[in-house]
């Protein structure tokens, strides 16, 4: 099946063509945006029963990809008459889609390639290598801003997130890396598929984790989560009790950053 633009004014992608494009999108730190629908619903089912009782719930989904799991998120919790404030935040939000003469590209804030698109072709040269050679010429242009500038018929800001968020004003999106301290306060944090051992360095998860912590308010709650493709969501859920955590559910095993995560201390 060809990719689809999934940005810019005529583009309608299906969830299918959205998942696939956020699948091919690797970031310079090496971490992918893959996502895909209903992926965290069992996670969502098991932090419900431990939410805090104030509302709104000021709630954080971080490292969102797509942020359809983050809508999906806010649905359930709607639909459970659960008042919330719902925000997604991911490091790497802005992209350009530039339309030029006979293709279109679609480049992140540095300039990289994420998606070519020739006479409705569209590839992405993470996804589908082989295929550069046949997509060569306008490669080459791609990357050489000075002529790409040149042939450039529009350009287009685009936000890289799912279409189906973007047209919903009930979540806040915010540019946030996870690695910064961040500003305010939160009832629950949810963090899927970014706190992995194969993304970061133990002392880099511990600084994240940190970082978390410290902006959840007494009694808050943490979830940490990564999808197993056999076992499903592995997860850990915790409460903020004074400068620690402690755990109140595991899913399928816990999370493999379960140990870390409990020894977070802000007294340290
Ligand atoms: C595999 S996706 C997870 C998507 C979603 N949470 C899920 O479980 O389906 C990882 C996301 O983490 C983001 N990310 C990578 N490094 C980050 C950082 N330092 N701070 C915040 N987000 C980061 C990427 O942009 C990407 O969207």
Not at 18 to 30: I, K, M, Y
Not at 183 to 193: K, S, T
Request: glycine share 8%.
């Amino acid at each position: 099946m060809p990719a689809v633009l999934i940005y810019g004014p005529d583009a309608a992608p299906t969830p299918q063509q959205e998942q696939q494009f956020f699948a091919g999108v690797r970031l310079p730190n090496g971490t992918f945006k893959t996502t895909s629908d209903r992926r965290l619903d069992d996670l969502n089912n098991a932090i419900a029963p431990h939410l805090p009782r104030r509302y709104p719930l000021r709630i954080k989904d971080v490292a969102v990809s797509s942020g359809i799991s983050t809508l999906e998120w806010y649905g359930a919790l709607t639909k459970a008459g659960i008042e919330c404030e719902m925000t997604a935040t991911d490091i790497w939000l802005h992209a350009r889609l530039v339309e030029a003469r006979g293709f279109r590209v679609l480049l992140d804030q540095a300039g990289r390639l994420l998606q070519i698109d020739v006479a409705g072709f569209a590839f992405q040269p993470e996804l589908a290598p082989r295929k550069r050679m046949f997509f060569a010429a306008p490669i080459a242009l791609a990357q050489r801003p000075q002529l790409l500038h040149r042939l450039t018929r529009h350009e287009y800001p685009v936000v890289l997130m799912s279409p189906r968020l973007l047209g919903n004003p009930a979540v806040t999106i915010v540019e946030e890396d996870l690695l910064a301290p961040t500003a305010g306060e939160w009832d629950v944090i949810r963090a899927a598929n970014i706190i992995n051992r194969g993304y970061f360095t133990d002392s880099t998860l511990q600084v994240i984790i940190r970082n978390l912590v410290g902006s959840l308010t007494p009694g808050g709650l943490l979830a940490v989560c990564r999808t197993d493709l056999e076992v499903g969501n592995r997860a850990s859920i915790f409460r903020r009790v004074g400068s620690g955590l402690e755990l109140v559910e595991e899913l399928n095993g816990g999370s493999e950053v379960a140990d870390l995560t409990a020894q977070a201390s802000l007294s340290d």
